[in-house]
């Protein structure tokens, strides 16, 4: 039998889990971020991605986030992942949060 950390199971019977990515334009390691990012989320889209360029976002934000993007953060905005784009790691980091 297959088990899913309570962040994905939660999500196959109601809205999808909703998480933050916070980039930059012309950042190399945000773009491929992305793309990894997209290609998981063919796979698993109980996810619900909002984008964020953080050049646009409170001084607050930007000071916390400035040498981390890619950063993906949940509804509390902890951290999720940043820099590297791993599937494994999300499912991981996301079990954490429930």
């Keep these: 039998m297959i088990t899913f950390p309570r962040a ?3 999500s196959f019977s109601s809205k999808p889990v909703e998480l933050v990515l ?3 334009e012309n950042c190399s390691l945000c773009i491929h971020f992305h793309r990894q990012l997209q290609h998981y989320l063919k796979k698993h889209p109980n996810f619900a991605i909002i984008e964020k ?3 646009a976002e409170t001084p607050e934000v930007i000071e916390r986030f ?3 993007i890619p950063v993906l953060v949940d509804a509390n905005n902890k951290v999720i992942l940043k820099h590297r784009f791993s599937g494994a790691l999300l499912e991981e980091n996301l079990s ?3």
């Design 8 to 10: 994905l199971q939660r």
């Design 22 to 24: 916070f980039s930059s």
């Design 53 to 55: 360029n953080l050049a």
């Design 66 to 68: 400035k040498y981390d």
């Design 96 to 98: 954490k949060c429930n």
